[in-house]
């Protein structure tokens, strides 16, 4: 119960730095090659506070790498800390999947048990 409590927060973080639809622009255009932060930053309509709010919440996250060169501060993705928001989908996923297999089937039975009668 402990490990729980302790890989929660984490994932919560993904969720919610995943949870905004900039910050999944951001990730796209990282992914895409590394930039500095002004660079990332003029390819939104939005001043470079609210770029660093949103940088801020994907570095907690753990999805984004900031190396410093002096003032210039150069951003990679860090696909590795998707991994547990990757695992929980999938779990979940297959969860779903057969309890919707399994709904299916019953829905079958029942159409081909009706016309039998």
Do not use: Y
């Not at 622009?25 to 939005?46: H, K, N």
């Not at 900031?66 to 993705?77: F, M, S, T």
Request: charged share 30%; net charge positive; hydrophobic share 40%.
């Amino acid at each position: 119960m402990g490990e729980r409590k302790h890989f929660e927060p984490k994932l919560d973080n993904v969720f919610l730095a995943l949870s905004h639809p900039t910050r999944r622009r951001m990730l796209e255009l990282l992914q895409a090659r590394p930039c500095c932060v002004t660079e990332l930053a003029d390819s939104f309509d939005l001043s470079l506070n609210v770029v660093s709010k949103h940088l801020k919440c994907l570095e907690r996250a753990g999805l984004l790498r900031r190396d410093r060169e002096g003032k210039k501060h150069n951003l990679a993705c860090n696909n590795r800390a998707l991994a547990p928001a990757t695992r929980w989908l999938e779990r979940h996923l297959r969860m779903w999947q057969g309890a919707l297999n399994s709904f299916e089937a019953f829905i079958i039975q029942s159409q081909t048990t009706t016309k039998a009668r």
